[in-house]
């Protein structure tokens, strides 16, 4: 046991992908630490296996409508925080599964971008930490993401259709879980707090009450950035899968 408070994680992708089950979770989730990590050189993909077509509470909304709308939020979204790219699965809201042919399509992404490092949510959580349930597609996206990260993208015999088509195994060296209840590290995002809630901002068919979300948002990366003594930080569960070689920088 150590009493010693953590510092800020310095470690840096060049490349990383972000993999959420709707438009909107990668802005509740690793914005910051997506813009802070692009700002200094990253290059970042987002993934939304969803287009949140049943994110409404109008039963006679057209769910088709909804996912137009919201795919078209993310993307704006998206080119706030500094994404080269957006993909969305088309998958269905509400009822994501975590089987072979979502986990096909999530190691298609990843062999096709070759991320160093994977965001995703922690499959581990239902309940959070002082309250709240864990969206069951959040749980299906991140227990899919880790499934496709290891072993399936780094396997050459998982889909070897995908390999024979152009597409040969890559390693992704690290998975940072967001909203778990073990985090292990804090990204100092205090530079790129405006530029998150102007990415949440986007997201006005889920989002009404906008300045009391907000103000929740600010007040949680003021916690988070209590943690290491910085004015606002996200906060991971960190899993390192491969080692960084000896001689780099692997904080």
Known sequence: MTDETPTAHTWRPDRFMVI????????????????VWIDAGAEGWLVC???GDAGGEDPNLDPIDLA????????????????????FLHQPDGSLANDLPLREMLVKEIRTFK?????????????????GINHTD????ALAAVDAVFPAARNPMAFPWLAKGGLPAH??????????NQPNVWIDVATAVDRKIEALRCHASQIHDSEAVFNRVRGR?????????????????LVVIDRDPIGLPGS
């Open 49 to 51: 296996c969803t287009s």
């Open 221 to 237: 990366l003021a916690e988070q950035g209590a943690q290491i003594g910085v004015d606002a930080a996200e906060a991971y569960r």
């Open 138 to 141: 959040h749980r299906a996206a």
């Open 115 to 131: 991320p160093d490092a994977v965001f995703c949510g922690d499959p581990e959580v239902v309940v959070h930490v002082g309250g």
């Open 68 to 87: 137009r709308a919201r795919e078209e939020e993310q993307r704006r979204a998206a080119a706030i925080v500094g994404y080269a790219g957006v993909t």
């Open 20 to 35: 959420v089950g709707h438009p909107d979770d990668a802005d509740f989730g690793p914005a910051g630490a997506a813009a």
């Open 171 to 180: 390693r992704v060296r690290r998975i940072y879980m967001m909203w778990s």
